[in-house]
Structures are given as C-alpha cells and as structure tokens.
C-alpha cells in the first residue's frame, strides 16, 4: 500500500484568505486526485492532478478557487482561495498506483474551517 | 445520470451479522469498490469486484450482481470498532469512480 501524508490536518481561516494544502506520497503513484467531503456526505472529486500540466477539473469547480500543482509524481498542492464559510470541508488527497485495480490511497484529510 | 444507492443508517448489534446493499446505474462498468471510513479519519480500502460473486476478506466479504447492478457487502461477527460509515464506489467507462453517498453503521453492545 501506499502511504499519503497530508498537511495541515486542520485549520481554522479567515473568510477572504486563501489555504494551501500539501500531500507527499512515499512512491510513486500514477494518478492523484482532491476530494472534497462535506459534513455528513460522501465525497466529491475536485480534480485530477496531473504531472507537470494542468489539473483537470470537475464540473462546479474552478482553477482560480482550486489552483493545483503537481511538480513531480509525489507531491501535489491543493489551494483553497478567498475563502467563504461555504469552502468548511475536509479535503483529501488521494493516488493510485499503475497497475493497482483501481484502489485509491488517501491521505488523512485536512479539516478547513472557514469564519 | 450515475447514480448510486445505499442505505443511509443501518443499527446490528454487537457479535451479529449485518448485509449492507449497494445499487448502481452507471455508463459502463469496470468495477465496485466497498471503503470503510471512521468519523474524522480518511476513507480505507475493503474490497474489490469486477465479477460476479462473493469476494471474502476475513470477517468481510463482498458480493456482485452486474447483470442487476448490486453489490452487498456482508460484515460477519460485528465489533464495536466497526461502526463507520460504508462507501461503496463504482469506477465507470471511463474509469471515473462514482461515489455513494455511504451508509453509517452504529454497532450496539
């Protein structure tokens, strides 16, 4: 299996400001995906980060409120901009290895309160 | 659309047996997934079918319908710790994974 660390695990912002979250994979995975998952529901794919291009987004979601990075095949940015207490969520970070069935890896959430 | 179904909230008790369902309408199919994520703690990995019938994992075992888009996830010798919620996922044909919404499982002593 493969190991996700995420940071920061939580956080509490200011409405306006903008968030960066980090995800480190210890190998290195195919693909990596940003979830988002709101109190009590399940979980929403944000985009995929893709290696050294630009993310691809999912419909309802946008570069400028979600820019991503992904510089190399273990490591990926998720930034929340300008926040509203309408962006409070966990957001996760997940990969897949080549190869695997499909399986996804996920990191430990990052738990943003937005005031 | 895609759409999948599931229990919301499902109560067993402590040491008993609970079947959890899962129905599905996707474009294509090329796989299901069951997750079992804790309160506050990221989704984890339970099982896999992509073909008909029962996959057995321990005291969990899965099971596939694709001719009735179903699958049901079978927890044998309920313990306390069990009490999640339960995410079944299905990857499509284009190999998006589409998400249930989760059934959470209160497991009473």
């Known amino acids: 299996s493969a190991v996700i660390s995420q940071k920061p695990s939580r956080d509490i912002c200011q409405r306006g400001t903008s968030l960066t979250i980090q995800c480190q994979v210890d190998s290195q995975v195919t693909m990596m995906f940003w979830y988002r998952q709101q109190p009590g529901q399940s979980l929403t794919l944000i985009a995929t980060?893709?290696?050294?291009?630009?993310?691809?987004?999912e419909s309802g979601f946008v570069i400028d409120k979600f820019p991503i990075s992904r510089p190399n095949l273990t490591f990926s940015t998720l930034t929340v901009s300008n926040m509203s207490p309408e962006d409070s969520s966990i957001y996760l970070c997940s990969g897949k290895r080549t190869g695997d069935t499909g399986e996804l890896f996920f990191g430990e959430g990052s738990r943003l309160t937005v005031l | 659309g895609q759409n999948i179904d599931q229990p919301t909230e499902m109560t067993a008790t402590e040491g008993a047996i609970v079947q959890i369902n899962c129905t599905y309408q996707?474009?294509?199919?090329?796989?299901l997934f069951w997750y079992q994520q804790h309160a506050g703690e990221a989704p984890t990995f339970l099982s896999y079918?992509?073909l008909d019938g029962l996959e057995e994992k321990g005291r969990f075992s899965s099971f596939l319908s694709r001719s009735k888009g179903y699958s049901s996830l079978l927890l044998k010798e309920l313990q306390m710790k069990d009490s999640a919620s339960y995410l079944c996922?299905?990857?499509?044909?284009?190999?998006?994974?589409?998400w249930g919404a989760g059934t959470k499982l209160i497991i009473k002593p």
């Open positions: 079918n992509v």
């Open positions: 980060a893709n290696q050294g291009s630009e993310a691809t987004y």
């Open positions: 996707t474009s294509g199919f090329n796989g």
């Open positions: 996922a299905v990857w499509d044909s284009n190999y998006q994974l589409i």
